[in-house]
């Protein structure tokens, strides 16, 4: 399971930004730990880019980092992603 705080700003008319942290755990059956949760804080930047670039479809900039910290452990993971969507609309 995982529950997710977050809080949404927008800098600009285009600009959206979301600060969250997730924190979740998890059981896996036979294992030698069983139970472990992690925290993990993330922002996350959408632009929408369709009215500065003057485009006929709608362009969407998705960029997304994250950190996960266990609550027990030194197994930090951080991740990343960046997505460009380009949306022709439909007649």
């Given at each position: 399971?995982?529950a997710v705080l977050g809080?949404?700003?927008?800098?600009?008319?285009?600009?959206?930004?979301?600060?969250?942290?997730?924190?979740?755990?998890?059981?896996?059956?036979?294992?030698?730990?069983?139970?472990?949760?992690?925290?993990?804080?993330?922002?996350?930047?959408?632009?929408?880019l369709t009215q500065p670039l003057a485009t006929p479809?709608?362009?969407?900039?998705?960029?997304?980092?994250?950190?996960?910290?266990?609550?027990?452990?030194?197994?930090?993971?951080?991740?990343?992603?960046?997505?460009?969507?380009?949306?022709?609309?439909?007649?």
């Open positions: 399971g995982e809080y949404r700003l927008q800098p600009l008319d285009i600009v959206t930004l979301t600060t969250e942290i997730a924190l979740a755990g998890r059981y896996t059956f036979a294992a030698q730990n069983g139970l472990a949760g992690s925290l993990t804080p993330r922002v996350k930047v959408v632009a929408d479809w709608r362009t969407t900039l998705d960029v997304s980092v994250g950190r996960q910290v266990p609550m027990v452990g030194r197994d930090i993971l951080t991740s990343g992603t960046a997505l460009l969507k380009l949306e022709l609309p439909t007649p």
